[in-house]
């Protein structure tokens, strides 16, 4: 049987762990139903990312 070829990111990987992605769960004003709020935040910053309204 053939291997497989799996394709790598060569970027730094140092630089992939400075950065989480967050998601929150915020009520729309006009609607009142709830939406998902994505952003990528740095690993510094996540407690006060979660803290603001």
């Known amino acids: 049987m053939a291997k497989k ?4 990111f060569s970027g730094d990987k140092s630089q992939n762990k400075t950065v989480v992605k967050c998601i929150r ?4 004003e006009r609607t009142g139903a709830y ?12 407690k006060e990312y979660f ?3």
Not at 5 to 8: D, I, L
């Open 5 to 8: 070829a799996v394709a790598t």
């Open 51 to 53: 803290n603001k309204k």
């Open 25 to 28: 769960m915020v009520k729309s």
């Open 35 to 46: 939406m998902f709020q994505e952003e990528f935040v740095p690993t510094d910053s996540v």
